[in-house]
């Protein structure tokens, strides 16, 4: 089955603690890329990556890396998490042609 | 930078009435532009998309979109609403120049019986 999937769903962590949200999809396509979702305020993009050892900076980077040494695989690290930094966290792929992107079941992250 | 807007947050019709959800983009050069449709506690389902060519675009679930350039909109419609549309709505951007995109800040769709 043709899917994105995202570890931790669920994560509740300190100030200062490094994370990382794993990404990975099975669909070989190009194109990853990490959303955080707040009410109000719709899904911004924080990283993307158009192919292996590939990223950009999207709308919101501050705070967060990704690192892209396989097509599979896009993890999100959290280096010194803050509270501001809690919120529902989407990851996503695409080939880069379509553009249409199928994304992860989320992962709620709390920074207390 | 590409930017979307949807002007509610809010949209109430009756089961069985037409729908329409809003949307306005901007970008620099030639967009691509999407819906997609997240139900509660999930992710987002793409509906539709414009890349080219016809400006009505058909997609999933009997959903259909009207691309205008002079107005840059791109509104989600469907004929006939039913009780299972309701869900939160998200349009986005995607300049053909960049790679990057943009989602609007979602509109929910409520469909009462």
């Known amino acids: 089955e043709a899917q994105v999937t995202q570890n931790p769903r669920y994560l509740i962590t300190v100030t200062g603690k490094k994370l990382t949200v794993t990404c990975s999809q099975n669909?070989?396509?190009?194109?990853m890329s990490w959303y955080r979702q707040d009410p109000g305020l719709g899904l911004r993009q924080i990283y993307y990556?158009?192919?292996?050892?590939?990223?950009d900076k999207g709308d919101v980077p501050e705070g967060y890396k990704v690192s892209r040494k396989e097509k599979r695989n896009f993890p999100l690290i959290l280096e010194s998490p803050s509270p501001n930094q809690t919120s529902l966290y989407f990851c996503?792929?695409?080939?880069?042609?379509?553009?249409?992107?199928?994304f992860g079941p989320g992962t709620r992250l709390t920074v207390t | 930078a590409q930017s979307v807007a949807q002007p509610e947050d809010q949209v109430n019709v009756a089961e069985g009435n037409p729908l329409t959800v809003k949307c306005t983009y901007s970008v620099s050069g030639n967009p691509y532009l999407f819906w997609y449709v997240q139900y509660p506690n999930r992710g987002l389902q793409f509906l539709l998309k414009?890349?080219?060519?016809?400006?009505l675009v058909k997609g999933s679930y009997g959903f259909e979109a009207e691309f205008n350039k002079s107005q840059t909109s791109f509104h989600l419609k469907k004929p006939s609403a039913l009780v299972s549309d309701s869900a939160l709505y998200f349009c986005a951007v995607r300049d053909k120049g960049n790679n990057d995109m943009r989602f609007g800040a979602g509109t929910r769709l409520t469909v009462k019986p």
């Open positions: 414009y890349i080219t060519g016809d400006n």
């Open positions: 990556s158009m192919n292996v050892e590939v990223t």
């Open positions: 996503a792929s695409s080939l880069v042609t379509s553009g249409e992107q199928y």
């Open positions: 669909m070989n396509h190009e194109y």
